[in-house]
């Protein structure tokens, strides 16, 4: 029973020690005047494909998308809480850019922050179709991934879509998304995106 009882000890050890490792972490506030967050897409828990280019990559479990939204939500306040006069920009991919869109939906008042989405699978209809959230069935995934929708407010939202990515546009079929690298065919780097850009890029 003891050894039972070290071996899990060690075990459980060794994955926080791994998780520790692995996970972004909070960066301290740095007053800079303009900072960026980035979460990126499915399995991609550490929004690793932001992380050369923001200032704060968002660490979750892409099988929950809730915790991407609450972790997105809580260092978006706890940066704007130290540096209220830094404009804040937010940048998502794929599953990433719809946790991201749903959480501008439900901030649409917030000023001084603009957000990019990348393959957004909310993505309205036009030009194209809609994004994979508009599949019939699309429900069952739950809040807050299911439905697409441009209810953004005031909040300025650039959202860049690939012609031939099946992720964002659904009649795109998914050739290019399995085989032609559509949907990583994107400039993550946040800094070369204006801080009010908005509207559609579709390409």
């Known amino acids: 029973m003891r050894r039972a009882t070290a071996l899990f000890a060690a075990v459980l050890l060794a ?3 791994l998780t520790h490792l692995t996970a972004p972490k909070a960066h301290a506030a740095n007053c800079i005047g303009n900072w960026a967050i980035g979460i990126g897409g499915l399995g991609d828990n550490t929004s ?18 809730m915790s991407g939204f609450r972790e997105l ?49 909310k993505r309205a209809p036009g030009p194209g179709w809609g994004g994979l959230s508009s599949t019939p069935g699309n429900w069952i995934v739950g809040y807050p991934l299911a439905g697409v929708d441009n209810w953004f407010g005031n909040f300025p939202v650039l959202t860049v879509c ?4 099946q992720i964002c546009d659904t009649s795109a079929g ?26 559609v890029w579709y390409r």
Request: glycine residues 12%; negative net charge.
């Open 15 to 17: 994955f926080l020690s």
């Open 174 to 199: 998914w050739w290019g998304y399995l085989f032609g690298g559509a949907h990583n065919r994107y400039d993550f780097n946040v800094w070369n995106y204006g801080d009010w850009d908005s509207g």
């Open 162 to 165: 690939n012609h031939d990515d």
């Open 48 to 65: 690793s494909v932001f992380i050369p280019y923001v200032d704060q990559p968002v660490g979750y479990n892409s099988l929950d998308p």
């Open 73 to 121: 939500d809580r260092l978006f306040w706890l940066h704007r809480s130290r540096c209220p006069g830094d404009h804040i920009r937010l940048i998502g991919h794929s599953e990433g850019a719809g946790i991201l869109h749903a959480w501008v939906t439900a901030h649409q008042n917030v000023g001084n922050a603009n957000a990019i989405l990348l393959a957004d699978p």
